[in-house]
């Protein structure tokens, strides 16, 4: 079990998201590698924990499967 102080998981990800939207006057299509790359992140976190873990960075893991999915990842 992490510590109480530990970062979230896919919090690192989640912050580089948020600053290039943020520098990017919230243009989505400039951080899209952004976006990709904390998905990516939850569904590992998803499938190391077996659907259970939790992060304030990830959204439902429902979600990021089909966000995964529409945008072109083997998610199985």
Known sequence: MAPRDA???CQAEACALQ???????YRPEKCDEHLRKLYR???QMYQQTDGKGE???C????VVR???RNHGEDVS
């Open 59 to 62: 959204p439902m893991q429902n």
């Open 7 to 9: 970062e979230p998981p």
């Open 55 to 57: 992060s304030t960075a």
């Open 41 to 43: 992140c939850c569904w």
């Open 19 to 25: 600053t290039c939207l943020n520098k990017n006057t």
């Open 66 to 68: 089909r966000w995964l």
